[in-house]
């Protein structure tokens, strides 16, 4: 997939990384990007079921979204839902950047160097973020 979570995504929404060395601005995009994937991944997971697993994970490899994209339609009609790759991908960037947002005073604050409301550094506000996105995944998978 595509990145999808920008630096300008984000100051969108009003998470400025501007001041952050350009490394570390990289990686927080990659992780953020890394858990977008890890999500629609699972979520994709959960619709086409276990046995394609291996299938998927080759298409996605080759860049096949379109084979993953009519895979998905089909094994949600299947199951008698309405689905598409492209409503699962709009989703889990929804639940994501609305967490960011949440967390927008932190992260703006540990990009800016001030010291953030509750005294975390910026190691932690980041760990925050991605144990967020990790629950989310979880529980976005499990099945009642």
Known sequence: MSKIITRELLEKL?????????DEETAFLELLNATLDERVGANIMAVVGPDRIDEVKQWAQDGEQDKIAALVEESAKAGGEDLTLQDIIDSEVDILIGEIAENA????????????????????????????AENESVSSTQQP
């Open 105 to 132: 005073g932190e992260v703006m604050a540990v990009s800016q160097n001030e010291p953030v409301a509750d005294e975390k550094d910026a190691d932690a506000t980041v760990r925050e973020l991605v144990n967020i």
């Open 14 to 22: 009003g998470v400025i990384l501007s001041t952050q060395p350009i």
